[in-house]
Nanobody
Framework: VQLQASGGGLVQAGGSLRVSCAAS????????MGWFRQAPGKEREFVAAINWSGVSTYYADSVKGRFTISRDNAKKTVYLQMNSLKPEDTAVYYCAASPLATGSRYDYWGQGTLVTVSS
């Protein structure tokens, strides 16, 4: 699976942005998908994940209630809708794919898209 993230940009605090991750390959629908982010000088952290069907979603406490992960298996794309953005959300956002239903192992990673939230 190859992943291509897009949609990052500059947004003011309180604003919204949607980032997307397009996948290639025939087995996209069998993968659990996740979003991670890495802020300058910090380690990469988990943001959100969604199971293969889209029924189950998981969020980091820091984004719960503000971010929504979704997927469209027909389009082989996973989305991260980000609302009420804060300056601390500034980071490079990466999408990732896991062949496992649970756990922290992700085998495939996109190149990242930069989200900058100005105060």
């Amino acid at each position: 699976v190859q992943l291509q993230a897009s949609g990052g940009g500059l947004v003011q605090a309180g604003g919204s942005l949607r980032v997307s991750c397009a996948a290639s390959g025939r087995t996209f629908s069998s993968y659990r998908m996740g979003w991670f982010r890495q802020a300058p000088g910090k380690e990469r952290e988990f943001v959100a994940a969604i199971n293969w069907s889209g029924v189950s979603t998981y969020y980091a406490d820091s984004v719960k209630g503000r971010f929504t992960i979704s997927r469209d298996n027909a389009k082989k794309t996973v989305y991260l809708q980000m609302n009420s953005l804060k300056p601390e959300d500034t980071a490079v956002y990466y999408c990732a794919a896991s062949p496992l239903a649970t756990g922290s192992r992700y085998d495939y990673w996109g190149q990242g898209t930069l989200v900058t939230v100005s105060s």
